[in-house]
Each structure stands twice: as C-alpha cells, then as structure tokens.
C-alpha cells in the first residue's frame, strides 16, 4: 500500500510564496522559524534574506489574494480611524483602521493570511474587516505613532519620585491635592489617559484591580471587561490616592468607603470601592449626560 505523501506545515502567505515558485520550502519553513525566535514577522525575514522587497511582497499578497494595495506614504494620517480598534491589537497585530464605512472597515495589513488579527478584529468591533494591503516597512511605524498605550506612559514611572506620603492628618488631603493637581504629574496624567480612553471608546466602567503581585486596569464596554493596561505593583498607592482625589473622598481612609457620585463636565462619574485583599478594588463608572436639545 502505497503511502500518502507527506503534507506541508506551511500555510498562508509562505504557502502562497513556495506554490509560486518564490521561495523553496526548505528556506519558507526556516525563514518562518527565525521569525518565531526572533518575534518578528516572515516578512521581516524574507527581505532580510533579500528574498524580496516590502513592495515585491505587498504586491504578491495583492494579486494573489485579490486585495487592493495602498501606498500609506500617499494617506493622509488625519482620515486613520484610531479608536476603531482597540490599540492593544492594533499594537499586537501590527494593523491600522483606515476608514469605515457603515458596517464595514478598512485595515490596513501587510499579511492578509493573518486570519487570527482578522478574526479578533471582526469579533471585538463588530464590523466585516476588508483588508487592505500596504508595505510593512511603512505599516509599522504609523503603527507605533497610533498605538501608544498607556503601559508606554508608565514606563519609568516607577522610578518617579512621586511624594504621596504624608505625617500629619490635617495637612495630608491639602498637600496630596497640591501635588497631584500638577499637569506634568505621571500619574495625573496616567489617570486622565485612563479616562479619556474610557470615553473615547465608548466604556461605561473602569476597573482598577491590584492584587499581590501584580495591577490590572480593565474597561467594561457592552458588559465585556477587557484589561487595557498593567501599571507597576509600586504605584498602586498613588494610583488609589488620585482616584480618590478626583472624587473628593478622604484620602486619609484606607478601609473601603462607600461610592461617592460627582459630575465631571458632559458626563456623570461615580465611584465604588470593592472589597479585596490587595487592597481595595475602585471602579469608576461613567454615564453620558441624556442630551435635551430640540431637534
């Protein structure tokens, strides 16, 4: 009995490439194993290789898969749907929403075979996902200027001297406000990154979540709590203390205190502290104002 001949593991845009004569199989498998270890993607590596150019490659996806290509040079950077996406796949998957258009949105991609960053896409926007195929070596660095994530705002911030600690009761709440009022503040303006984020795109809650070894902060947006960011375990204190200055709690009490609602511009924010071990859990909770005008 004649054995079957054994399959080949490749698939996607290597696949394509060793079907098409590009490359051999051999180099397409090894070539896929340097952009496992080096976290870097194939077509990194087949332009290292000098197996193609990004054009060469943006122009093989193109035709062979039967999507538009974009030269991003010739984009206007101002049209970039940036909270259409979650920044953090944006980030991860090394995509960028270009337009939308009812229910459907454009993405900028280098490698249409991603099926995963496609997928998680479609899922978390809610949106059919036409991809759009550009020039990886001009993809990744508007990539980097769009997704900036707050754990990039943290960075050093644990090595800030950020004085939050305090002798006497009395003039504790007064010097916490002074310092923490300061705009260039890392952790004010961590804060009100947090913040801003939330209304942008769309959250109703924030969680802030310490535990022993490590920080979350989480959105809830349409009943799903999606972590956003990890702040450093060392910071937690003067992250507790800020939320508790925006909402006029007394910053002495380190026991769980009861919600305390105020308003905040064109929108309605409360606050309620959870019971946890590590130590109290705050949840910021965000309402848009109903708005009254006629028409």
Do not use: W
């Not at 001009?138 to 200027?145: A, D, H, R």
């Not at 002798?167 to 990154?193: C, G, H, Y």
């Amino acid at each position: 009995m004649a054995a079957n001949p054994q399959q080949s593991p490749l698939s996607g845009l290597a696949r394509a490439l060793v079907q098409a004569g590009r490359i051999k199989e051999a180099e397409a498998e090894s070539l896929l194993a340097q952009a496992t270890a080096k976290k870097t993607s194939l077509i990194e590596q087949l332009v290292g290789a000098k197996k193609a150019t990004f054009l060469e490659l943006a122009r093989f996806a193109s035709d062979k898969f039967g999507f538009p290509l974009l030269d991003l040079s010739a984009f206007d950077d101002a049209n970039i749907q940036k909270n259409a996406i979650d920044r953090k796949l944006i980030a991860t998957h090394q995509v960028v929403p270009l337009h939308k258009r009812g229910n459907r949105l454009a993405v900028a991609i280098a490698d249409p075979t991603n099926l995963r960053a496609l997928d998680e896409i479609r899922f978390q926007t809610g949106l059919t996902v036409d991809p759009v195929i550009v020039e990886e070596n001009k993809l990744i660095p508007l990539v980097t200027k769009i997704a900036e994530t707050a754990d990039e705002a943290l960075k050093g911030l644990s090595n800030e001297d950020i004085n939050l600690e305090f002798t006497d009761e009395q003039s504790q709440e007064k010097e916490e406000v002074a310092n923490l009022e300061v705009d260039d503040a890392p952790v004010v303006r961590f804060i009100q990154k947090m913040m801003l984020d939330a209304i942008n795109e769309g959250a109703s809650d924030i969680h802030f979540e310490p535990y022993e070894k490590n920080y979350r902060i989480r959105f809830r947006s349409d009943g799903i709590l999606r972590e956003v960011a990890a702040p450093p375990l060392v910071i937690k204190e003067k992250i507790a203390s800020r939320i508790k200055v925006i909402s006029r709690l007394n910053i002495a009490e380190k026991t769980c205190a009861p919600g305390r609602p105020h308003a905040a511009g064109t929108f309605e924010e409360s606050i309620d502290r959870l019971p946890c071990q590590y130590p109290a859990d705050d949840v910021r909770r965000e309402d848009r104002f109903a708005d009254s005008r006629p028409g």
